[in-house]
């Protein structure tokens, strides 16, 4: 990015984290005229090599911890890493991490992607559309959080992945299985192979539909699009109609963030990722998998346990995740899965209700009890301040 972008965005970035943390105090202390300020964040760039860097926050909890979750096997004890989906960054956990840092234990940190938000964006090397190979341009994801881990010296982390960035979770703890001890996939992207029928939609569509198709084939970048001139308009109404006025939605900020996300610097790996990992859909779901990860992907995973979360009106199907849940069963071998669901949310879960993302992920820790198919958050909304 260059300096006036760079300064601009990291403004943003802030601005929507420090709202996070102010809100959290006001929530969790609300009869105290001035809240204790108890959780504190902390951004820099980490050096990942060949001149690069990931653009890191790391939350903490400057009071006395809570009690460890109920039922916790441990495991909130290990460094969690939050990685974004398509379009964002790391201040999409604004809301959440606060109050998950008073909880959890271990270290606590959310990560831009290399190539997206304020990571280094390199010149994408690759081809932009259908025609990139999938397998390298998981590669460069993933291979720059393996450079990313090896700086922050984690041996083994919990990893969790929202949408795109669930994807590359798995991703990740495909090659490098040594180092994730569990994946929370939060409303992942990419688990079920596009039904048969959809190339004949595809075809049939309106025209506008099938230019919208062949742009995101041909990997046109909806990033390009944002920097003509439309990013703010185009934002500003998503954010208006996407979230709920809740005392938690800082939609001014959250604006402001993804449009520097979306206009700031240079397209390089996240402008690209819509096209070269995922094809559109149409059917069921809105996107999937150039390689999908269901059928074979993931109950060939070395890790022991997944943690699946959707939103209770999510635009990703539980249902395809169910299925490798019941799969993996009748094989008898591969990962135990779970399916949590947070209630009041869509897609984007983490802000749509943030209590319940956290108190979900919180379970996910708990080695003793089922928690599949268990729905989390129905008391926040009813309990926000701002109604």
């Known amino acids: 990015m260059g300096n006036a972008s760079s300064t601009t965005q990291r403004a943003a970035e802030h601005e929507l984290l420090t709202r996070g943390t102010e809100w959290w105090a006001r929530w969790s202390q609300p ?19 060949n001149g690069m860097h990931i653009h890191t926050a790391e939350y903490k909890h400057t009071g006395p911890h809570r009690s460890a979750p109920a039922h916790s096997d441990g495991t909130d004890q290990l460094p969690l890493v939050a990685m974004h989906g398509f379009g964002t960054g790391l201040g999409i956990y604004y809301a959440a991490l606060p109050a998950l840092a008073e909880r959890w234990r271990g270290p606590l940190f959310a990560i831009d992607t290399l190539g997206c938000g304020m990571s280094s964006r390199p010149r994408w090397h690759l081809p932009k559309g259908a025609t990139c190979d999938v397998a390298e341009a998981e590669a460069f994801f993933i291979d720059g959080l393996e450079c990313w881990r090896k700086s922050m010296s984690i041996e083994r982390m919990v990893l969790m992945g929202h949408s795109a960035g669930g994807y590359l979770a798995v991703a990740y703890a495909e090659k490098y299985p040594m180092h994730v001890e569990r994946l929370i996939l939060v409303s992942s992207v990419g688990v079920p192979h596009p039904p048969k029928q959809l190339a004949e939609v595809h075809r049939e569509a309106p025209l506008p539909v099938r230019l919208v198709l ?58 690209y990722a819509l096209s070269t990992l995922l094809s559109p859909g149409g059917i069921g779901e809105l996107a999937y998998a150039r390689h999908p990860q269901g059928a074979e992907r993931i109950p060939a995973l070395r890790v022991g346990r997944i943690a699946a979360l959707y939103g209770d009106h999510d635009w990703m199907d539980w249902h395809n995740m169910e299925d490798v849940r019941k799969d993996i069963k009748m094989r008898g071998h591969g990962p135990h899965i779970d399916i949590m669901h947070i209630s009041n949310a869509s897609h984007n879960l983490q802000v749509d209700n943030p209590l319940g993302f956290v ?7 708990n080695a003793d009890r089922s928690v599949h198919q268990r729905v989390y958050g129905l008391e926040y909304i009813k309990n926000d301040l701002l109604l």
């Open 214 to 271: 062949y742009g995101w084939k041909s990997g046109i970048s909806p990033f390009t699009i944002a920097k003509m001139g439309l990013g703010h308009s185009l934002l500003r109404r998503y954010v208006e109609m996407r979230f709920a006025d809740a005392s938690w939605v800082a939609k001014t900020a959250l604006e402001a963030y993804l449009h520097g996300i979306w206009t700031g610097g240079a397209n390089s790996a996240g402008g």
């Open 359 to 365: 108190d979900a992920v919180l379970e996910t820790c």
């Open 31 to 49: 009869n105290e005229q001035q809240p204790l300020q108890n959780i504190s964040f902390t951004v820099r760039d980490v050096a990942i090599g």
